[in-house]
């Protein structure tokens, strides 16, 4: 007993330490083990919202993809071809030919004053049809591109707040499924009301730049090309800087009834709140300057589509317009160009163009990545 004294006294502070220490790192062993177990729980958390996040991503493009197929299949066509038809309707230069026709096989039936007359309205009427086709053709499709990114947008959105509260992604845009097939359908308002303020307009501006213009004039690819621009840039420039936008979308959106060629029911959009932000949110695209560079681009190269195409084309009747034509004889191949400008959507060659242009391809992939982190 006396021994056990004797040697807790001498190693007591020693037996202190040492129960110290174990029962400090028995404490930071359970610290340790509980961190550990906390970090795991942390990975494996994460590891659930990365999984969750790579399904999100995976539905959303399908819908993304879903929007993009009714666009490219149903909306642009279906406003492509109302587009035709309303053009052809209103910028119907048939009785103009007729009579030209029946005044060359029967020379007496017209003066020469009424024959100047008319060819010169066949002049500016001609270059009209096919400006107002051209710019129509091109600024339809970039509108219903514009259309489709801004409804990704908005899936990204409903989808963000149909998880927030435990929503199915499948459920969650079909609340707003009306709006955005009205916000598609609003493409066919070019042809219903824009087009009665764009073919008066382009035809002042076609007046002006092709007066004095004979029609024994020389026109070469270099000189029609010239004119083309003339006129378009000419027309863009005429009014505020953004007036062009009115001819494609409805300035009060409350007020816009859908034309005769829509498929959606209800004609009349009241308090469509939806609808409303969508149209906003169009008009600001189109109103942006990074907007205005890609609408320059894809003019440009719509114009160099068409003068290519009129070139071959003249080629094959055995003419070149490289080394040049009367402007008489210009005038019968700008009317056989315009159907082509305003051909089948899938076959629509300046369409095709447009899309396959590469900053027009990297401006609306942009435009879908920037709403997606807005």
Not at 1 to 23: D, E, P, Q, Y
Not at 37 to 57: F, P, T, Y
Not at 206 to 221: A, I, P, Q, R, S
Not at 243 to 252: H, K, R
Request: proline fraction near 3%; glycine fraction near 4%.
């Amino acid at each position: 007993m006396l021994s056990l004294r004797n040697f807790w006294r001498r190693h007591k502070r020693k037996i202190l330490i040492t129960a110290g220490v174990l029962g400090s790192g028995y404490f930071l062993c359970k610290l340790y083990n509980a961190h550990q177990q906390k970090l795991s729980d942390l990975e494996r958390e994460l590891a659930r919202q990365r999984a969750n996040d790579e399904i999100i991503k995976a539905q959303l493009q399908g819908h993304f993809e879903n929007v993009q197929l009714i666009a490219d299949t149903t909306s642009l066509p279906h406003a492509m071809q109302y587009l035709r038809a309303r053009i052809a309707e209103v910028l119907d230069l048939s009785q103009l030919t007729e009579r030209l026709q029946k005044g060359k096989g029967q020379p007496t039936t017209l003066t020469p004053s009424e024959k100047f007359e008319l060819w010169d309205r066949l002049k500016i009427l001609s270059f009209t049809q096919m400006l107002v086709s051209l710019w129509a053709v091109t600024m339809l499709s970039l509108y219903i591109k514009v259309q489709v990114n801004i409804l990704g947008r908005h899936l990204y959105i409903d989808t963000a707040r149909g998880l927030e509260s435990s929503l199915l992604l499948e459920n969650v845009d079909i609340a707003d499924r009306d709006d955005q097939q009205k916000f598609l359908a609003s493409a066919d308002f070019l042809a219903n009301n824009g087009l009665l303020a764009l073919i008066p307009n382009i035809q002042a501006v076609v007046t002006e730049v092709l007066e004095g213009k004979k029609l024994t004039d020389l026109f070469n690819t270099t000189s029609l090309h010239e004119t083309v621009m003339q006129i378009l840039n000419k027309f863009m420039s005429v009014g505020s800087p953004h007036q062009w936008i009115d001819y494609l979308m409805p300035e009060d959106c409350g007020h816009y009834k859908l034309g005769p060629s829509s498929s959606i029911d209800d004609t009349i959009l009241p308090d469509s709140t939806s609808f409303d932000q969508l149209m906003v949110e169009a008009r600001a695209v189109l109103s942006s300057a990074e907007f205005g560079k890609i609408m320059g681009i894809s003019l440009k190269v719509a114009v160099d589509a068409l003068v290519d195409d009129m070139e071959a084309q003249s080629q094959s009747t055995g003419a070149s317009l490289t080394s040049g034509m009367p402007l008489a004889k210009l005038l019968s191949r700008i009317l056989q160009i315009v159907p082509s400008l305003l051909g089948e959507a899938s076959q629509n060659q300046i369409i095709q163009i447009i899309r396959n242009e590469p900053e027009v391809e990297l401006f609306f992939t942009l435009l879908y990545a920037n709403n997606l982190v807005d």
